[in-house]
């Protein structure tokens, strides 16, 4: 089909777009601590972090960084509200299910690798029932290591039963890049994600701003 037979995804801001939900969960949080609400364009900025330094971030983000208690209680409280809320906002990308299923449908081994907990992909992945397209997933407290480090990527390919040279790994962040460079992936960057710094200065093997550019940029990395 392209020169691949294996595809790894990152999560959020990759296949789905998930920032008003982790926002809203981390607002009723910080409300109960008396603490202001964040926006959107914050959340986006926290989203690929691992959730105890994405909340430890929000209570800087509004106030004085927070005591170790206080850093395990937004923590509790926001992994609670969104197990309890995991799709009430979130959406798919436009064309991403629409990729999974033909991918998937062709015979493609498809996987995740996201630094996603998973008390909150879970739910996620059952809410938007996109569990069935994937023989894999690693959440980001699978191991005691993950992304940007290597093994977190060697490790999904492992479970995945594949090998390095088989598969491409299609992401959002620098966390991700940093991470397929080091494991020498190539890499898929989309556009539309929650990347914090200038994508071109990245190093991904090629962009894309929709899916439905997945399949021809996935022949040209192949040399096809």
Do not use: W
């Not at 959107?40 to 983000?61: D, H």
């Not at 005591?67 to 906002?89: A, Q």
């Not at 710094?197 to 022949?219: C, M, R, W, Y």
Request: a negative charge; aromatic letters at 8%.
């Amino acid at each position: 089909m392209n020169g691949f037979s294996n595809l790894m995804f990152d999560l959020d801001g990759t296949l789905i777009n998930s920032a008003a939900d982790i926002c809203a969960s981390v607002n009723r949080a910080l409300k109960t601590m008396g603490r202001p609400a964040i926006s959107i364009a914050e959340t986006k900025s926290l989203v690929g972090f691992p959730a105890p330094i994405l909340v430890k971030k929000a209570l800087n983000m509004t106030g004085q960084p927070g005591s170790r208690d206080e850093i395990d209680f937004l923590l509790s409280g926001f992994l609670d509200s969104y197990r309890h809320n995991p799709g009430e906002h979130t959406v798919l990308f436009p064309d991403a299910r629409e990729v999974l299923e033909r991918f998937s449908g062709a015979g493609f081994g498809l996987g995740i690798c996201t630094n996603k907990p998973q008390a909150t992909c879970f739910p996620v992945l059952e809410a938007l029932d996109l569990k069935r397209f994937f023989t894999t997933v690693i959440y980001g407290d699978t191991l005691d290591f993950r992304k940007p480090d290597p093994r977190h990527i060697f490790h999904t390919l492992e479970v995945m039963d594949a090998s390095l040279d088989s598969a491409a790994f299609i992401d959002d962040s620098e966390v991700d890049i940093k991470a397929t460079n080091n494991a020498g992936l190539p890499s898929i960057l989309v556009t539309f994600g929650y990347c914090h710094v200038p994508l071109d200065s990245l190093g991904a093997n090629a962009q894309i701003d929709h899916f439905n550019q997945l399949d021809e940029t996935l022949k040209v990395i192949a040399g096809h």
